[in-house]
């Protein structure tokens, strides 16, 4: 659990994993997009979407919050699912375009599944 009260972000979010990087590297050629598209695809998506590797840190310590919160256990499967998405979406608020349609979009699908969800 979490002492929210000496609970450091930023500290989860300077853990970096270099190892992460590495291993995304090893994809490439199992798809059916060459190189190059590939290259122009995560160019388009680090302008809108921001940095991957921030948008990782920042949702896996958004969702160390989440679990670590009181009433993680009484949600639902559908209801912390909901969450653990949300957080990607909110990574890509904070590190990507920030006004970026798409994203509000998809954190109020999001919403919206978990509140169907608890009725």
Known sequence: ?????????YA???ET??????RGRSLIGR???????????L????????????????????????RSAPNWSALTEVQREALEML??????FLSGDPAHADHI???IGYLTLMARAAQ
């Open 105 to 107: 979009d998809d954190a």
């Open 31 to 41: 798809s059916s997009m060459n190189e190059a598209e590939i290259k122009a695809l």
């Open 12 to 14: 989860v979010l300077a």
């Open 87 to 92: 957080s990607g979406k909110l990574a890509r």
């Open 1 to 9: 659990m979490i002492n929210f009260r000496r609970f450091d972000p």
């Open 43 to 66: 160019e388009c998506r680090q302008a809108t979407h921001g940095n991957f590797a921030d948008n990782a840190r920042i949702a896996q310590a958004l969702k160390l919050v989440f």
């Open 17 to 22: 994993s270099d190892q992460d990087e590495r």
